[in-house]
């Protein structure tokens, strides 16, 4: 069998390949151009379909072979490079007037940092039951396996977050997909605020020194961390859940929680701390019935 050379692909085929590769950086997790600052994956998966693809089609024309393979592919991935880099500083520089002076603020004034939440609301359903009980202050307690009313919308007022040197603050939230998280630097340092849930980036946002970060709403159920990049091995993470229902309460200083509403049947319970998890199986919730539990969570 005679060798094979490089090059293999004729230029049309190599053209293909790169405008393919850009289509999926520019929207495979939506326009790039709308997403400030928020482009690992696009990058990391435009890569990712050049070997790929290389590697297609030169089976189909039936002259594979590792050197053409990889020599097609660097040079493909190097050409993409530059044309997405360039690309990426248009869009920076056509939105330096609204970022750049975000990003580089002096710091605020000494004060309040973070302004209160708006409290949530929680459609009650008159042919729901009620999960209520004990559980260490602060825990995050909520139910699984449960459908969310049509009429249970995510709120529109944000998640909050603080961003200093001990870490973000509160240490642990939870969130419904579509609720929007922001997050504001505490400290007068520009930090990153990355939510990383299910083996994959759910949100990814620049926090300028002053003001608050872009909001970001994760779109699919997750358990995740909330961590900065820029300071990752100093800064202790947050706890972060991602639900699609609305049941889910906090406990309070005494312990108590109430989860109002939940639609009759079987249900999962589960809660949470920034340090420990408790799986409480599954209860059943009947109309106009308390389900009353104790829960002592345990370390993971």
């Not at 070997?51 to 030169?58: E, I």
């Not at 049509?150 to 997909?177: E, Y």
Request: aromatic share 8%; proline share 11%.
């Amino acid at each position: 069998m005679p060798a094979v050379t490089y090059p293999v692909l004729r230029r049309a085929e190599q053209a293909l390949i790169l405008i393919l590769a850009l289509a999926v950086f520019l929207f495979i997790q939506g326009p790039v151009w709308r997403r400030f600052a928020d482009w690992d994956g696009s990058i990391l998966w435009s890569y990712a379909v050049i070997p790929t693809l290389v590697a297609g089609a030169l089976v189909v024309k039936r002259r594979w072979a590792w050197a053409p393979w990889f020599l097609h592919s660097l040079v493909l991935a190097l050409v993409k490079f530059a044309v997405t880099a360039l690309f990426l500083v248009g869009v920076l520089a056509l939105n330096w007037d609204v970022h750049l002076p975000r990003l580089l603020a002096p710091a605020p004034p000494a004060g309040p940092q973070l302004a209160p939440a708006a409290p949530r609301v929680v459609p009650r359903d008159a042919n729901g039951g009620r999960v209520a009980g004990r559980a260490p202050p602060g825990a995050w307690v909520w139910v699984e396996g449960v459908r969310s009313p049509a009429t249970a919308l995510p709120p529109t007022d944000p998640v909050r977050f603080g961003a200093g040197p001990q870490g973000f603050d509160p240490p642990t939230a939870v969130v419904m997909v579509g609720q929007p998280l922001v997050v504001r630097s505490t400290d007068g340092r520009l930090h990153t605020a990355r939510l990383k849930g299910g083996g994959q980036w759910l949100l990814n946002v620049p926090v300028p020194a002053a003001g608050w970060s872009d909001p970001r709403a994760p779109k699919q159920p997750a358990e995740g961390e909330l961590g900065c990049t820029v300071h990752d091995r100093q800064e202790p993470k947050a706890r972060v859940l991602v639900v699609n229902h609305p049941f889910f309460a906090q406990a309070g200083a005494d312990g108590g929680f109430a989860i109002e509403g939940v639609p009759p049947g079987a249900a999962g319970l589960r809660a949470f701390t920034l340090n420990g998890s408790w799986d409480g199986g599954t209860v059943q919730v009947e109309r106009g019935k308390d389900v009353v539990v104790q829960i002592d969570l345990t370390s993971e």
